[in-house]
């Protein structure tokens, strides 16, 4: 059971938009920063937000990070095949003094 | 370009220790504060430790209850895990990640630890 809830999978057609939610608590997500991780089949995570809204100069603006009060949401637009993928929420616990992950979303592009 | 490199996985018996090393290079290591992460198979992203660039600073997930340690040598640009007691749960792919202050700005690929008889 992860500190920090997301769905399972989310799914939606090329081209299409997506939002992939990530709940957690006034110890975490509230009063920390949020970063968000896509990690593509067979390789490592690659940092796709930070700082709750920030994209590394190399994401492309289809990705975009929001938050407000105990959750988070990463959203893409203009979906691709190539977005298909596991993403994963993270941000620092203020209670359990460590980094903490969401469980993880799959993106299936349909 | 940044690159971390993790080496020292593999195959090890229940009880048994190991200890993972993590060479980085691309940037100026020191400066850094480092992280290990992993990942079961078939399973999310676990944060295992931090460890700030002087090693003044270390922080531990409270799962691994005393039996991982993290280390670095600035001199080697180099970060450890020393892991005993492994159980059959700590079978996983080990990343190494760099801290970007906020966020694991960079990742290696990932070294595989497998615990069995």
């Known amino acids: 059971q992860s500190v920090l809830t997301q769905p399972p999978s989310v799914s939606a057609a090329p081209g299409q938009r997506v939002t992939i939610s990530c709940s957690g608590s006034s110890s975490n997500i509230e009063n920390n920063y949020v970063s968000w991780y896509q990690q593509l089949p067979g390789t490592a995570p690659k940092v796709l937000i930070y700082?709750?809204?920030k994209r590394p100069s190399e994401i492309p603006d289809r990705f975009s990070g929001s938050k407000l009060g105990t959750s988070a949401t990463l959203g893409i637009t203009g979906l691709q095949a190539g977005d298909e993928a596991d993403y994963y929420c993270a941000t620092w616990d203020s209670t359990l003094y460590g980094v903490v992950f969401g469980g993880g979303t799959h993106l299936a592009v349909l | 370009e940044v690159h971390l490199v993790e080496s020292g996985g593999g195959l090890v018996q229940p009880g048994g220790s190991l200890r993972l090393s993590c060479a980085a290079s691309g940037f100026t290591f020191r400066t850094y504060s480092m992280n290990w992460v992993r990942q079961a198979p078939g399973k999310g992203l676990e944060w295992l430790s931090y460890i700030s660039g002087g090693s003044s600073t270390i922080y531990y997930a409270d799962s691994l209850k005393g039996r991982f340690t993290i280390s670095r040598d600035n001199d080697k640009n180099s970060l450890y895990l020393q892991m005993n007691s492994l159980r059959a749960e700590d079978t996983a792919l080990y990343f190494c990640?760099?801290?970007?202050?906020?966020?694991?700005?960079?990742w290696g690929q990932g070294t595989l630890v497998t615990v069995s008889s």
């Open positions: 990640a760099r801290n970007d202050v906020n966020y694991f700005g960079y």
């Open positions: 700082e709750d809204n």
